[in-house]
């Protein structure tokens, strides 16, 4: 029985680091957008996107980074987050080294893990 509890209080943790790592990593991406990073206003202008572009992905990685800690959201929060980062590895292969596209493949992998630990319907 104690087996049993020890890998689920595993699989409880991975699942809040895993949360915990995209969350870290949604809000840096929001504040970049939100105060005009010449980098990332740089990155969306030569994918040709409206100014306004920026802030919506830059709100949707906010309200993603916050969705994501909550049962009724959490699996649709790491879906979302998930096309974000197929968007950025598109922009990652087209327009820079591909190994700049490493951290956008290693969070969809995360967001990966949350909706599948988040569909299981194990709150962990």
Same mark, same amino acid.
């Given at each position: 029985?104690?087996?049993?509890?020890?890998?689920?209080?595993?699989?409880?943790?991975?699942?809040?680091?895993?949360?915990?790592?995209?969350?870290l990593?949604?809000?840096?991406?929001?504040?970049?957008?939100?105060?005009?990073?010449?980098?990332?206003?740089?990155?969306? &202008?030569?994918?040709?996107?409206?100014?306004?572009?920026?802030?919506?992905?830059?709100?949707?990685?906010?309200?993603?980074?916050?969705?994501?800690?909550?049962? &009724?959201?959490?699996?649709?929060a790491?879906?979302?987050?998930?096309?974000?980062?197929?968007?950025?590895?598109?922009?990652?292969?087209?327009?820079?080294?591909?190994?700049?596209?490493?951290?956008?493949?290693?969070?969809?992998?995360?967001?990966g893990?949350?909706v599948?630990?988040?569909?299981?319907g194990?709150?962990?």
């Amino acid at each position: 029985m104690s087996i049993l509890n020890d890998r689920a209080r595993l699989l409880t943790l991975s699942t809040w680091a895993a949360m915990a790592f995209v969350s870290l990593i949604m809000l840096a991406g929001a504040f970049a957008k939100f105060t005009s990073n010449p980098q990332v206003v740089e990155g969306f &202008q030569k994918l040709g996107t409206p100014g306004w572009f920026m802030l919506f992905i830059g709100a949707s990685e906010l309200a993603g980074a916050f969705g994501i800690w909550l049962r &009724q959201t959490s699996m649709l929060a790491a879906l979302g987050i998930g096309i974000i980062m197929v968007g950025a590895i598109y922009f990652h292969i087209v327009f820079s080294p591909l190994t700049s596209a490493i951290p956008a493949v290693l969070v969809l992998a995360v967001c990966g893990y949350i909706v599948w630990r988040r569909g299981t319907g194990v709150i962990g």
